[in-house]
């Protein structure tokens, strides 16, 4: 049976996609203008997990990401010009600069955070799902892991947790196959992470993270019943970073002719391809691009021209409960 494509959806994500790649590039450029303290890590070549799990979320759902968080962030409903000036560390970002790159975050769409700890926030995602079973809300909290967070602690115990009290999590294992510079396989025993989830008693569905269509219907499939209180749920989708780990990486542990074969999957040609084969006018997916690199550069020029944060912003969110003492610093 042919399959009946949704083409205003794919339009849609088709856009997202396109927004999050640009957002990424503009960071890179930021990273080489020397505006970012710390860390980028870009997930260019990811682009149709961020899109295919968040366009599916409802903004009161909650989510939580790894260090690798910009597209996630993006796709949750997040405005690029606030996260760009979190990234530069000036005022006006959503933590007022003082989390950066990797602890990206914006509570107004539900984005409880990136975290630079690996796996960490799957323990924050059970705990934020079992507030909302004692609230007997419908929302839903999706937890975006890497492959290498199911060799530590955080995995065995969150996703444990999930399954005793029957919480309302999706867990997603974005599996791009590297542990920072490492290759997943060559440090993981057994059959890797669906199998440890489903060890766990819960199931799993592996999809190909670089066929948008194939992530957002396998998002789209089973968020319904963690909703409905019947427990949580874990997707495997398993893409590749086409860059670096992080923006200073010079990538000399891939064989070039990986990276070069995995360029011919990146997902957002891919998705562009397969509408093409419909009555899509090209001039639409290349405005699309091209809509993008204007918003983002656009986005990158404003944070650049954005003041620093004053210094009495050094004072705010700290903690003083105990009446701290001068003496014991």
């Known amino acids: 049976m042919k399959q009946v494509l949704d083409i205003d959806r794919l339009l849609e994500h088709h856009l997202l996609m396109c927004r999050v790649r640009a957002f990424e590039e503009a960071a890179l450029q930021a990273n080489t203008e020397n505006l970012v303290l710390g ?84 323990h924050i995602s059970a705990g934020a799902a079992h507030a909302i079973k004692l609230l007997k809300e419908q929302r839903i909290v999706c937890s975006i892991f890497g492959d290498g967070a199911i060799n530590r602690g955080p995995f065995l115990e969150g996703l444990n947790w999930a399954v005793v009290f029957h919480l309302p999590v999706l867990f997603v294992c974005e599996d791009n196959g590297f542990a920072s510079t490492t290759r997943t396989s060559a440090v993981t025993g057994g059959d890797g992470p669906a199998a440890r989830a489903e060890a766990l008693g819960v199931p799993s569905t592996t999809v190909d993270g670089n066929d948008l269509i194939e992530v957002d219907e396998a998002a789209r499939s089973v968020m319904p019943s963690i909703r409905q209180g019947k427990g949580p749920h874990m997707i495997v989708a398993r893409t590749y970073r086409l860059v670096g780990h992080t923006a200073s990486d010079p990538d000399l542990y891939r064989p070039r002719e990986e990276v070069e074969k995995a360029w011919k999957k990146d997902p957002i040609m891919r998705l562009r391809k397969v509408l093409q084969q419909t009555d899509i006018d090209l001039a639409i997916l290349e405005q699309h691009e091209l809509s993008a690199i204007k918003e983002m550069d656009g986005v990158f020029a404003e944070a650049k021209a954005a003041p620093w944060p004053p210094l009495t912003r050094a004072f705010e969110d700290v903690q003083d409960i105990g009446d701290p003492r001068q003496e014991a610093f």
Do not use: W, Y
């Open 39 to 122: 860390a980028i890590h870009p997930s260019i070549g990811q682009e149709a997990v961020a899109s295919g799990i968040c366009f599916n979320l409802q903004k009161e759902d909650l989510l939580t990401s790894t260090h690798r968080g910009h597209g996630h962030t993006l796709a949750k409903g997040a405005d690029p010009r606030v996260m760009m000036r979190e990234l530069l560390g000036r005022e006006g970002g959503s933590s007022h600069g003082k989390g950066g790159s990797m602890h990206i975050a914006d509570f107004s769409v539900g984005m409880l955070g990136a975290n630079g700890v690996v796996g960490a926030n799957i």
